[in-house]
Protein backbone atom coordinates (compact mmCIF):
# COMPACT_ATOMS: atom_id res chain seq x y z
CA UNK A 1 0.00 0.00 0.00
CA UNK A 2 1.67 2.96 -0.80
CA UNK A 3 2.28 6.13 1.76
CA UNK A 4 -0.69 8.73 0.79
CA UNK A 5 -3.48 5.99 0.94
CA UNK A 6 -2.30 4.77 4.48
CA UNK A 7 -2.50 8.21 5.41
CA UNK A 8 -6.19 8.40 3.38
CA UNK A 9 -6.86 5.58 5.80
CA UNK A 10 -5.97 6.60 9.12
CA UNK A 11 -7.32 9.88 8.46
CA UNK A 12 -10.44 7.98 7.92
CA UNK A 13 -10.32 6.06 11.36
CA UNK A 14 -9.01 9.08 12.86
CA UNK A 15 -12.11 11.43 11.69
CA UNK A 16 -14.96 8.19 12.26
CA UNK A 17 -13.01 7.74 16.05
CA UNK A 18 -13.80 11.53 17.13
CA UNK A 19 -17.34 11.21 15.55
CA UNK A 20 -17.66 12.61 12.33
CA UNK A 21 -17.26 16.00 12.93
CA UNK A 22 -17.74 18.30 9.80
CA UNK A 23 -14.68 20.47 8.84
CA UNK A 24 -11.59 19.13 10.38
CA UNK A 25 -10.39 16.96 7.38
CA UNK A 26 -6.98 18.91 7.32
CA UNK A 27 -6.52 18.33 10.57
CA UNK A 28 -6.81 15.05 10.74
CA UNK A 29 -4.86 14.35 7.32
CA UNK A 30 -2.06 16.17 9.31
CA UNK A 31 -2.40 13.83 12.80
CA UNK A 32 -2.82 10.76 9.92
CA UNK A 33 0.55 12.11 8.62
CA UNK A 34 2.32 12.34 11.84
CA UNK A 35 1.13 8.86 13.21
CA UNK A 36 2.37 7.28 9.31
CA UNK A 37 5.81 9.33 10.01
CA UNK A 38 6.43 8.14 13.40
CA UNK A 39 5.69 4.55 12.52
CA UNK A 40 7.71 4.60 9.75
CA UNK A 41 10.50 5.98 12.17
CA UNK A 42 10.51 3.12 14.41
CA UNK A 43 10.02 0.24 11.86
CA UNK A 44 13.90 2.21 10.29
CA UNK A 45 14.78 1.84 14.03
CA UNK A 46 13.91 -2.25 14.17
CA UNK A 47 11.98 -3.71 16.63
CA UNK A 48 12.01 -2.67 19.79
CA UNK A 49 13.39 -4.99 22.46
CA UNK A 50 12.93 -5.50 25.89
CA UNK A 51 15.63 -4.74 28.42
CA UNK A 52 16.18 -8.27 30.04
CA UNK A 53 17.37 -6.34 33.24
CA UNK A 54 14.26 -4.96 33.85
CA UNK A 55 11.20 -7.90 34.36
CA UNK A 56 8.16 -8.19 36.26
CA UNK A 57 7.68 -6.90 39.21
CA UNK A 58 11.64 -5.38 39.26
CA UNK A 59 12.75 -2.10 39.20
CA UNK A 60 15.83 -0.51 37.08
CA UNK A 61 19.40 0.05 38.80
CA UNK A 62 18.91 3.97 38.80
CA UNK A 63 21.23 4.75 41.86
CA UNK A 64 25.16 4.17 42.16
CA UNK A 65 27.86 6.06 42.86
CA UNK A 66 30.10 7.71 39.77
CA UNK A 67 33.71 7.18 39.52
CA UNK A 68 34.54 9.64 42.33
CA UNK A 69 32.41 7.65 45.30
CA UNK A 70 29.76 10.27 45.16
CA UNK A 71 25.92 9.24 44.72
CA UNK A 72 24.69 9.77 42.08
CA UNK A 73 21.74 12.27 41.29
Request: hydrophobic fraction near 20%.
Amino acid sequence: MDREERIRQRAHEIWEREGRPQGREREHWDQAVQEIEAEGSEAERGPVVPDPTVGAGSKPDTGGTRDNGKPTP
